[in-house]
Structure formats: C-alpha cells, structure tokens
C-alpha cells in the first residue's frame, strides 16, 4: 500500500516510511492510495472470527508487506490484549466501552500498535539511529504513548504536557515510567505544547542531528488501527434489517475518521454522529459549510479541547470535499459543561452507569439524532474510565467510581519530570 500527502507536494511512500516519517516533508497528512473493499463473506461472517483475525484482515491490507503476516499478528495480538465489552443502556441506545486498556483510554490500541511496528522496523535496519517520538498532550495520548512505548528498543519518547492542567491520574499515567520515556511539564496550555512540537517538527537543524517522529493521530499507524471498534461493535450489535448509527465523542477526529475508513471498506454503518464540547468547529462546519479553525477552549472533556482538529483534512478526503455528502453521513452536536455534568448525574440517577465526561457528550450526541430518528438504534463510544475525571465529576458519583488496578498501583509512585518554557529550551533538551 502506498500513501500519498493530503498536500500533494510530496512523493508516495510505503507504510513504514509513511510512519517513520510521521507528517509528510511537504507538511500534508499521509493517506491510503487506495481504500480496499473487504469481501462480502468477510462481512457477513465477522460474528465467527476472534478479535485478532478481525482486526489483521482489516489492517493487513494497509500494512501490505512492510511487515511480515507472522509479526503482523503477533503485534496485533500484543495490541489487542484487552476487552472491548459492548452494554446496553437502554432498548436503543449501547455503549461501546474502549477504556479496559492499561492507561484506561481509547488511545491504547493505537498507542501500541505503532510503539509495536516501529520497535519491529528498528530491529530490521541495520544503520537504525535512535528514534525520538515527540508528542504533545492535553491529557490522555500522553499516558498511552508512554505506555505503549515503554521499554521499546531504540526508540525515546518525550512527552510534552501543560503543567496543572492534566487531571492527577493522567499526570502520574505520563510521568512514572521513567527509562525511555520523558515527561517535561510546560508553564502554558496544550496549544503552547502543541506549538512547540509542531516547530520542532519543521526545524531542519533539529532534523538534521536527530530522528524525529509523531505518535498523535496524524501518524497512520496511530490512526488506522482504531477502525477495529467498529467491527467488534458492528458484530456485537448487529441484527437482521436493523441499522446501526455510531455516536463518537470527538476532539482531532482521529477516531471517528477511522470508523469512516471502515465504512468505506465495506462495512454496514448507516450514519456517524459526532458530539463536541464547546469546540464545536466540525458541527459548526456542518451547519454553516464554513471551516474556521478558532484557539481552544478549555472544558472538563480535556481530550477534546481542539481549535483545529487534524485529521478534518482526512474527512474532507473521504468525501471528496463535498459537504452534502458528508453531511448525509455525519450528523454534529455539541454540549457545555453544564450539559455534561447533568446528563452524568441523570445517568448515574437513572441507571446506576457512570458515564465520563467524554462518553457523557457521545451519550447526549446520540440520544439527539435518535430524538429525530425514531426507527434507529445506536451505539456511542465511551473512550475513558470515568476514574480519570474524578476531579470534575459530582461529588457523590466520584464516590462511587471503582479504581482499577491499574490505577492503585501508579498512584504512589513518584513523578519523573523536567520543565521547560520555551522553545530553545525544548531543542537543547532534545539535542542532549
Ligand atoms: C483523545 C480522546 C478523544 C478524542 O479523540 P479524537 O480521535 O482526537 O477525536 C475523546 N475522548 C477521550 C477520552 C480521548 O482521550
């Protein structure tokens, strides 16, 4: 498979290159020369396949040879290590839960399934120089890189992250690795960190001396994985002459546009609704036709706070620019915090679900489009464990939120970090 750059100024490249690289040299986003159409019998048959064949069918093709199909799986088997249970709240509406990861957010499989090619392309290249993920976070992609990369040769991540505006949980889930993974605290918002990463990127004496890549959304490797949530949802859910609507809590519109990819390779998804919070630039897009990116603003559903979301240029292609036609296919709304923390209390009220604040908007987004389209039924993503938001959630229902695991075992351990302000600081911290 080749992909080619959303800016179309730059050559075509392979998957590992495209990877590798991250963005492409003419600054354009990667994406699949061609979206392969799954056969019917693949479709109709999903209910027999584990998991694991599911998502390898789905991904090889874009991996093509670039790896070989017996490492292939055995990546996807590490990226895949956990549950993604579907619950129904009520008669129509189901909740597909993806934070059963070990950083307890959707951003695990994509995380791993990246940290995992790129560890396999190191081994293979013999004048392999070490490699230097570069990330900015407004809270949970930090944690999962961190995790997903730990400990894989030859590969140093560095983390960038607003200092005291990342809930306390996330802030231990980036900065308690230790080993290969960097965390440095920035005095500013996520758009100063987003600023300076997105700098380095462009700097060609900081890629002159080091190996530079993206693990955000932008990276395919980070993106296309995320299309197997909605097959092993599509197969839990489906039922003879009923469609299926998919509601997805969005922020750079990674996840949602992988479900697009999924569509278009065949898979029976009647319409995407997407819920934001008070960053509504892609509602507000489809109502107006207008695109107009606007600096963020901060909400408790931290994870969406983006003013430009990256990956619209990838939505954009899929429907081949045309408004109408991805207006019949996705449906936008959005909700204040206000919204948010009632809906959680109603829930919670109603049906003992403790929703988070992510889910609570993919929640409201869903049960409005089925307000005005009786006949549906759907299923909405709930992409964090509500305990990573116990700072904002009411304070009875925090109460009640059981810590996994996981969480008991990072909350005593000691943060690891650097700070810096500025952008030189953050080259001579890169050069060292
Ligand atoms: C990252 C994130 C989102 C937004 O996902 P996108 O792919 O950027 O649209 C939503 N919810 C949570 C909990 C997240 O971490």
Redesign the pocket.
Known sequence: MKYYSLNRKAPQVGFKEALIRGLAPDRGLYFPAEIPRLPADFIEDLTDLSDQEMAFRAIQQYVGDAIPEERLRSIIDETLCFEFPVRSLSDRISVLELFHGPTL???DVGARFMARCLGYFNENDAESTKITVLVATS???GGAVASGFFGVEGVDVVILYPSGKVSAIQEKQLTTFGGNIKAIEVDGTFDDCQRMVKKAFLDPDLSRSIKLTSAN?INIARWMPQMFYYFSAYRKLKKPGKELVFSV????????CAGMLAQKMGLPIDHFITGTNENRIVPEFLETGEYRPKPSVATI?N??D?GD?S?FVRIQEIYEGDVEKLRKNLSGYSYTDAQTLEIIGKIYDEKGYIL?P?GAIGYMALQEYLNHHREKEGVFLE??HPVKFLDVLPEPIAGQVVLPDSIKTIMPKEKQSSSLDTYSELVDYLLS
């Open positions: 957010a959707f951003k809270g949970d992609t959304s809590p969005s922020g750079n519109f990674g996840n949602i559903s994870a969406m983006v979301p990956n988070d992510h992409t964090a």
